[in-house]
């Protein structure tokens, strides 16, 4: 993905702090074809316009397969909550049936990074941690990269906060705030474990992109909560965004 402008005054959304704008061709930059669905992973057009400063709402947006008690959602998300730095999608933990994707679909993954293509338009996506090296590589003792942004503008990273330990500390989201990031932000789960990404969204969903049209809010309707965080120091994780990826079709 690019990072293309930073919107300031919101000129081209009309959102009051501005807008980051990110786009890009979803292609993944690896070879994809280990996957064994019969899906062929095809180009996309992405273009996201995410909050330079999201703001944490009262009410998060469950997006997996189960809601806020624990029992079945009735409505997952389906399509993209989420993009990964080079550009691939991210989907939640629902398939078609809006059961479990992980279980169902991980033997159809390519075995280069851990991925597939969405029979309906191709769009190649993960639906849980990817391999070492695919998005970014860890260093022990130390928190994880970035790993992608959800689309209620909040950061994701790999599986390790602060000193390089799992944080036991991460909310019914899976997100928390810790001393290398002193903003709210996501992890991906441990060894993959349930989820496999988020379980829900806790920021503003300020653009319905795919599933989540009917979640979409304006700054006066939705509620936030007290605690709200400067964001400021994304913009240097965000600095290695430089080319779209355009290789592996």
């Known amino acids: ?72 959602n009735s409505s997952p998300v389906m399509g993209t909550i989420g993009f990964a730095l080079n550009g691939v999608a991210i989907y939640g933990n629902a398939d078609a049936t809006s059961a479990d994707a992980y279980i169902n679909e991980a033997d159809t993954f390519d075995t280069v990074c851990g991925g597939h293509p969405a029979p309906n338009g191709g769009e190649y996506h993960f639906h849980s941690e990817v391999n070492q090296g695919c998005v970014y590589t860890d260093t022990t003792g130390q928190h994880s990269p970035l790993f992608g942004m959800m689309l209620d503008g909040i950061p994701i990273y790999g599986q390790y906060g602060d000193n390089g330990v799992a944080p036991t500390d991460l909310d019914e989201c899976g997100g928390h705030v810790d001393s290398t990031h002193n903003f709210y932000h996501y992890h991906l789960p441990a060894n993959k474990a349930f989820p496999y990404t988020v379980s829900c969204l806790k920021g503003c969903i300020y653009n319905g992109y795919s599933g989540l049209a009917s979640y979409a809010k304006t700054t006066s309707t939705c509620s936030l909560q007290a605690a709200q965080y400067d964001y400021s120091s994304l913009a240097e994780d965000l600095s290695s965004i430089t080319t779209v990826q355009t290789s592996s079709r």
């Open 1 to 72: 993905m690019t990072e293309v402008t930073d919107d300031q005054a919101g000129t081209v959304t009309g959102y009051p702090g501005g807008y980051r704008k990110f786009e890009g061709d979803g292609c993944p930059g690896f070879d994809w074809t280990s996957q064994t669905t019969p899906n062929s992973a095809l180009e996309q057009t992405h273009v996201f316009y995410l909050p330079i400063q999201p703001k944490i709402s009262t009410t998060p947006v469950y997006v997996g397969i189960l809601d806020a008690t624990g029992a079945t």
